[in-house]
Protein backbone atom coordinates (compact mmCIF):
# COMPACT_ATOMS: atom_id res chain seq x y z
CA UNK A 1 0.00 0.00 0.00
CA UNK A 2 1.32 3.64 -0.61
CA UNK A 3 0.77 6.95 0.77
CA UNK A 4 0.67 9.20 -2.45
CA UNK A 5 -1.40 11.77 -2.45
CA UNK A 6 -2.10 11.10 1.17
CA UNK A 7 -2.18 13.52 4.12
CA UNK A 8 1.02 11.68 5.27
CA UNK A 9 2.83 12.49 2.43
CA UNK A 10 1.83 16.18 1.62
CA UNK A 11 3.55 19.55 3.21
CA UNK A 12 1.54 21.55 5.73
CA UNK A 13 1.16 24.04 2.35
CA UNK A 14 -0.09 21.74 0.34
CA UNK A 15 -2.63 20.49 2.50
CA UNK A 16 -3.70 24.03 2.93
CA UNK A 17 -3.91 23.95 -1.07
CA UNK A 18 -5.71 21.46 -0.97
CA UNK A 19 -8.15 22.76 1.49
CA UNK A 20 -9.06 26.03 -0.93
CA UNK A 21 -9.58 23.56 -3.66
CA UNK A 22 -11.49 21.69 -1.89
CA UNK A 23 -13.87 24.39 -0.88
CA UNK A 24 -14.50 25.65 -3.85
CA UNK A 25 -16.30 28.32 -2.94
CA UNK A 26 -16.60 31.79 -1.58
CA UNK A 27 -14.68 30.09 1.42
CA UNK A 28 -11.73 29.33 -0.37
CA UNK A 29 -11.45 32.02 -1.62
CA UNK A 30 -11.18 34.43 1.54
CA UNK A 31 -9.32 31.70 2.61
CA UNK A 32 -6.57 31.85 0.18
CA UNK A 33 -6.74 35.58 0.43
CA UNK A 34 -6.26 35.86 3.93
CA UNK A 35 -3.24 33.71 3.45
CA UNK A 36 -2.20 35.74 0.91
CA UNK A 37 -2.21 38.70 3.72
CA UNK A 38 -0.49 36.80 6.35
CA UNK A 39 2.42 36.09 4.27
CA UNK A 40 2.96 39.78 2.94
CA UNK A 41 2.70 40.38 6.67
CA UNK A 42 4.97 38.20 7.74
CA UNK A 43 7.72 36.70 4.86
CA UNK A 44 8.86 34.27 7.45
CA UNK A 45 5.61 32.59 8.43
CA UNK A 46 5.64 28.66 9.10
CA UNK A 47 2.80 26.83 7.84
CA UNK A 48 1.23 24.01 9.68
CA UNK A 49 -1.80 21.73 9.25
CA UNK A 50 -2.83 20.74 12.95
CA UNK A 51 -5.72 18.84 14.84
CA UNK A 52 -6.62 16.72 11.77
CA UNK A 53 -7.26 19.63 9.28
CA UNK A 54 -6.75 23.22 10.85
CA UNK A 55 -4.48 25.65 8.89
CA UNK A 56 -2.17 27.32 11.24
CA UNK A 57 0.58 30.15 10.61
CA UNK A 58 3.52 30.21 12.92
CA UNK A 59 6.46 32.55 13.93
CA UNK A 60 8.01 32.55 17.15
CA UNK A 61 4.83 30.72 18.76
CA UNK A 62 1.18 30.33 16.79
CA UNK A 63 -0.13 33.43 15.35
CA UNK A 64 -3.34 32.09 14.34
CA UNK A 65 -5.62 29.10 12.83
CA UNK A 66 -7.88 29.41 9.35
CA UNK A 67 -10.91 27.14 10.41
CA UNK A 68 -13.83 27.20 7.82
CA UNK A 69 -17.37 27.12 8.32
CA UNK A 70 -20.36 26.65 6.86
CA UNK A 71 -21.19 30.57 7.18
CA UNK A 72 -18.18 31.74 7.94
CA UNK A 73 -14.16 31.66 7.77
CA UNK A 74 -12.59 32.38 11.19
CA UNK A 75 -9.16 33.40 12.20
CA UNK A 76 -8.44 32.68 15.27
CA UNK A 77 -5.39 34.30 16.91
CA UNK A 78 -3.49 32.61 19.77
CA UNK A 79 -2.83 35.52 21.57
CA UNK A 80 -5.25 37.94 19.91
CA UNK A 81 -6.66 39.42 23.76
CA UNK A 82 -3.27 41.05 23.91
CA UNK A 83 -2.91 42.70 20.87
CA UNK A 84 -3.60 45.91 19.78
CA UNK A 85 -6.84 46.27 17.53
CA UNK A 86 -7.28 49.63 17.12
CA UNK A 87 -9.38 48.60 13.55
CA UNK A 88 -11.74 46.65 15.83
CA UNK A 89 -11.67 43.48 13.65
CA UNK A 90 -11.69 40.97 16.58
CA UNK A 91 -16.10 39.79 16.21
CA UNK A 92 -15.78 37.15 18.00
CA UNK A 93 -14.49 34.97 20.89
CA UNK A 94 -14.41 38.23 22.64
CA UNK A 95 -14.97 36.52 26.08
CA UNK A 96 -12.12 34.44 26.73
CA UNK A 97 -8.80 35.96 28.47
CA UNK A 98 -6.04 34.67 25.43
CA UNK A 99 -7.78 34.36 22.36
CA UNK A 100 -9.36 36.34 20.00
CA UNK A 101 -10.73 35.73 16.83
CA UNK A 102 -12.41 37.24 12.99
CA UNK A 103 -15.02 35.75 11.32
CA UNK A 104 -15.59 37.07 7.91
CA UNK A 105 -19.07 36.21 5.82
CA UNK A 106 -19.79 35.85 2.61
CA UNK A 107 -18.96 39.00 0.85
CA UNK A 108 -17.22 40.62 3.40
CA UNK A 109 -14.48 43.27 2.44
CA UNK A 110 -11.01 42.58 4.37
CA UNK A 111 -9.45 45.40 5.49
CA UNK A 112 -5.92 44.68 4.12
CA UNK A 113 -3.88 46.56 5.86
CA UNK A 114 -5.57 46.36 9.18
CA UNK A 115 -5.29 42.68 9.32
CA UNK A 116 -1.60 42.81 8.31
CA UNK A 117 -0.77 45.09 11.16
CA UNK A 118 -2.63 43.04 13.08
CA UNK A 119 -0.41 39.73 11.90
CA UNK A 120 2.94 42.02 12.51
CA UNK A 121 1.79 42.98 15.90
CA UNK A 122 0.96 39.09 16.80
CA UNK A 123 4.55 38.21 15.75
CA UNK A 124 5.99 40.74 17.21
CA UNK A 125 4.02 39.75 20.27
CA UNK A 126 5.84 35.81 20.12
CA UNK A 127 8.72 37.37 19.33
CA UNK A 128 9.25 39.17 22.32
CA UNK A 129 8.23 36.37 24.58
CA UNK A 130 10.49 34.10 22.61
CA UNK A 131 13.33 36.00 23.99
CA UNK A 132 13.06 36.03 27.40
Not at 47 to 54: D, I, P
Amino acid sequence: MTTTGSQESKSPSELIDGRIKELGDWRGEMLARLRALIHQADPDVVETWKWRGVPVWEDAGMICTGETYKAVVKLTFAKGAALPDPARLFNSSLEGNTRRAIDFQKGEDVDGEAFKALVRAAVALNKSKSRK
